[in-house]
């Protein structure tokens, strides 16, 4: 399969497509992705979509729904395809634990309430990790309070926590299955690491590339 973007330079490549195919054909190391959460608001799901938007499509063709969304199901396929490596990876609290033999805990405090039902507004999501990641300094801490960042895709996460969770990751290839706008890409890049991004949806495809064009700053040594 042909990349969607590749950069030879730096070692960044995306593909267009469902992860579930294209996983098995490419060579990584290391897993830090946001899957979809399966919290998609449904009558079968009261307490609403844990303040995952749910905007229908507006006849555009720019609607917000998150695909597969409506379950974990394709989450834990993917990780049984991945099973064994490093795992970083995003969930709601109100889902079951990913299949993953997980070491711990973190939260990002995202320092606003979602729009979900039931009696609490959540304004936090976990970060699920297993063995593998490092201490990337003594300031490291289990919880994250980052404000979101919803410019370029409804839902992603902001570049600066993903610098963090990408610096802590083990050496190696880093893959993100459910790549949407490129962050960890981009945060990826920015620390000279290597990454591969899959994308199911083309305009979050184009919108990552733009982003992994833009060069990075080297400022240099502090003076």
């Known amino acids: 399969m042909s990349p969607y ?10 593909y267009h497509g469902d992860c579930r195919e294209i996983i098995s054909t490419l060579e990584f190391d290391v897993i830090v992705t946001d ?27 720019a609607g917000f729904t998150i695909a597969n969304d409506a379950g974990v199901e394709v ?4 990780l049984a395809i ?11 609290p109100r889902q079951p634990d990913p299949p993953i033999c997980v070491a711990d805990r973190l939260v990002w405090n995202k320092t606003r309430p979602g729009m979900n039902g039931g009696p609490w507004r959540y304004m936090h999501e976990t970060i699920y990790v297993t063995e593998g990641f490092v201490r990337v300094n003594n300031s490291a801490t289990s919880v994250f309070t980052e404000f979101p960042a919803a410019s370029e895709h409804l839902h992603a996460k902001p570049l ?21 706008s490129g962050t960890t890409l981009r945060a990826a890049k920015d620390l000279g690491r290597k990454a591969i991004g899959i994308e199911l949806e ?22």
Do not use: W
């Not at 609403?48 to 499509?57: A, L, T």
């Not at 989450?75 to 993917?78: A, F, G, I, N």
């Open 35 to 61: 899957p979809p959460y399966g919290t998609e608001q449904s009558e079968a799901n009261a307490r609403g979509g844990y303040g995952r938007r749910q905007n229908h499509d507006k006849g555009d063709g």
């Open 202 to 223: 083309e305009r979050y495809c184009e919108i990552a590339a733009t982003r992994l064009a833009q060069g990075v700053l080297d400022f240099g040594e502090p003076a």
């Open 160 to 180: 600066s926590l993903m610098t963090s969770l990408v610096a802590a990751a083990p050496p190696g290839t880093i893959l993100d299955p459910f790549m949407g």
């Open 5 to 14: 973007y590749e950069d030879t330079h730096s070692g960044i490549t995306i």
């Open 82 to 92: 991945t099973r064994g490596y490093p795992t970083c990876l995003f969930g709601s």
């Open 75 to 78: 989450r834990d396929q993917v």
